[in-house]
């Protein structure tokens, strides 16, 4: 008789590998296009790790003790964002998924379905980790031209290091809902966990880490790292794994073994601690998920007041719709908190220009400014087509299995998808004249480039939405448990490239005509008639370009959603 524990485990595989069975040739494009961003990826890394290490080696006295305290501070990173990650992973896991009720009545040991469940999520939370962590422990290994043993100790030492992240993460879990409501306890762990990233992401950039390019603010940082004290203990499993892995980096003394086997036991009795404390806590949490949803972190009446002030200018069917996307938009937790990342992207990129010293760079200020300016409004748009496929392109497919109930109302496609464009389209054109207008001011751009950059972010916004709405209605996805995997699947990769090739063209075509006038005007030169046409003639084509990349792709999903009813 086969062990029940490989059948729990039997969905989740034959989820990963049908994924595609409704497709295989989009499949076989999407895996391709999957791998090739991931090789680049990891090629990136490993280049980044490999530079910054051979300059350690090429520091006297000091450059191993460098390289070293980074190990150490990579490990301790790896450790904190892997108990982090499986905290939220099994949360879903244990108390949200859909499949518990089911698993819960049939005749099976909690130990198996608890067993099963830990290795749903130890591999959820940590194949990331241990995908774009393998190029960094790579880099040191070619760098200080390792034996195989290193990289041997490499996969020995990340698997009980792995196992113990993720018991911790999970009894963590479990003791959090029994203080709070399942449902409760992740809108929490949302917002903490964007609230840190943000912190962070705000933190890393007013350091201005530029500035370690000048050759006396390396030094001094260099002196900086040799002095501090790497945030370790000999108690963390990071420590451990760093001196299982030193000795036989740097061929120093030390005892990998003793270390090695630390982890490995710890990994076994976390294993055997975390089963014995979900036996004993985790059905009476679980029973407790089941229950209504709570308070939220949004108020409904809140929700009712801004929606109604919204949709205003808006006709019967439209407002309908679009109080209804942006009640659902604010009532989940993962959504709205968005926003906050957001805020900080747009707080950062208005910062970059703030310190922006164009004295320092030999050129023409003058000339510079309005360079920068043009080259700005594809930046911006690549801002806004970012910001669209968390937002826009899962437009459609946040309707989810409720989608046929938006059907069953007197609402033709053409209606629910235009009026979905028009909510995303408005506030998007908002957030980029902000972008483009504040960057400018901060640039001190010529009033014809401000013009030209305004004109052009609304056109680039028009496209980057209907192309954000059309080919989310093209790949919906109304099935997924996590709104987030939405903008990782196929159809997303295929809108940024193409977002992004639209703006590369957009502004390809107003290059020419553009720079024509500013040098003329730069040169004192007389500007002919013949050349404002020129620009007018090239913003009328971009402007018939951003009809196109917005009306066709919105006229594709609206057959392809009417073709899913037939």
């Given at each position: 008789m086969k062990d029940t524990f490989l059948y729990l485990l039997h969905p989740s595989w034959r989820t990963l590998w049908n994924r595609d069975s409704g497709s295989r040739g989009s499949g076989t494009l999407k895996n391709a296009v999957i791998i090739t961003l991931g090789v680049l990826f990891w090629v990136g890394i490993f280049y980044l790790f490999y530079r910054v290490l051979s300059y350690f080696q090429g520091v006297e006295a000091i450059g191993t003790i460098l390289a070293v305290k980074l190990l150490t501070m990579i490990t301790v990173v790896f450790f904190s964002l892997l108990v982090f990650s499986n905290i939220v992973t099994a949360l879903s896991a244990f108390y949200l998924s859909d499949e518990l009720l089911l698993l819960h009545s049939l005749p099976l040991p909690l130990e198996r379905i608890y067993l099963a469940k830990f290795v749903e999520t130890l591999i959820s939370s940590s194949w990331m980790i241990v995908l774009f962590?393998?190029?960094?422990?790579?880099?040191?290994?070619?760098?200080?031209?390792?034996?195989?043993?290193?990289?041997?100790?490499?996969?020995?030492?990340?698997?009980?290091?792995?196992?113990?992240?993720?018991?911790?993460?999970?009894?963590?879990?479990?003791?959090?809902?029994?203080?709070?409501?399942?449902?409760?306890?992740?809108?929490?762990?949302?917002?903490?966990?964007?609230?840190?990233?943000?912190?962070?992401?705000?933190?890393?950039?007013?350091?201005?880490?530029?500035?370690?390019f000048e050759e006396a603010e390396l030094d001094r940082f260099i002196n900086f790292l040799a002095m501090i004290k790497t945030p370790s203990s000999v108690y963390l499993p990071s420590h451990w794994l760093t001196e299982f892995l030193v000795p036989l980096l740097f061929d120093r003394s030390g005892a990998p073994i003793l270390h090695f086997l630390l982890l490995l036991s710890t990994a076994m009795a976390s294993v055997t601690i975390g089963t014995w404390v979900g036996g004993r806590i985790y059905i009476d949490g679980w029973m407790r998920s089941q229950e209504g949803g709570g308070a939220r972190l949004v108020a409904d009446s809140w929700i009712h007041r801004a929606s109604d002030f919204v949709t205003r200018p808006f006709g019967l069917q439209t407002r309908s719709i679009v109080r209804k996307d942006i009640k659902l938009f604010l009532r989940d937790t993962t959504q709205w908190t968005q926003l906050l990342l957001l805020g900080a992207l747009v707080v950062v990129y208005l910062y970059n220009f703030r310190v922006l010293d164009l004295k320092k760079i030999p050129m023409s200020t003058v000339y510079l400014q309005n360079l920068l300016s043009f080259l700005n409004m594809g930046l911006a748009g690549f801002v806004i087509s970012a910001v669209a496929i968390r937002f826009v392109f899962p437009a459609v497919s946040i309707e989810g299995k409720s989608f046929w109930l938006v059907r069953s109302a007197p609402?033709?496609?053409?209606?629910?998808?235009?009026?979905?464009?028009?909510?995303?389209?408005?506030?998007?054109?908002?957030?980029?004249?902000?972008?483009?207008?504040?960057?400018?001011?901060?640039?001190?751009?010529?009033?014809?480039?401000?013009?030209?950059?305004?004109?052009?972010?609304?056109f680039l916004t028009a496209g980057i939405v209907g192309l954000g709405i059309g080919l989310g209605a093209v790949y919906p996805r109304f099935f997924v448990e996590n709104v987030a995997k939405i903008a990782t699947g196929y159809g997303a990769i295929l809108y940024m490239i193409l977002a992004m090739g639209f703006i590369a063209l957009a502004v390809f075509l107003e290059a020419w005509p553009v720079n024509e006038i500013f040098m003329y005007s730069f040169a004192g030169i007389e500007i002919h008639t013949t050349r404002w046409v020129l620009v007018v003639c090239a913003l009328a084509l971009v402007g018939v370009l951003s009809l196109a990349v917005c009306v066709i792709p919105m006229q594709m999903g609206i057959r392809n959603l009417e073709a899913r009813e037939s």
């Open positions: 962590g393998m190029p960094v422990f790579g880099a040191y290994g070619v760098v200080y031209e390792a034996s195989w043993d290193y990289y041997v100790a490499v996969l020995l030492g990340f698997v009980p290091f792995l196992v113990i992240a993720a018991a911790v993460g999970i009894m963590c879990t479990m003791g959090l809902v029994r203080l709070f409501p399942a449902r409760r306890t992740k809108e929490i762990l949302v917002l903490l966990s964007i609230l840190l990233l943000i912190s962070l992401y705000l933190l890393f950039r007013f350091l201005q880490p530029e500035r370690l609402i033709s496609i053409r209606k629910l998808l235009w009026s979905k464009f028009w909510m995303y389209l408005v506030p998007l054109l908002v957030l980029s004249e902000i972008l483009i207008v504040l960057s400018n001011w901060f640039l001190n751009v010529s009033g014809f480039m401000m013009g030209v950059s305004v004109v052009t972010m609304v």
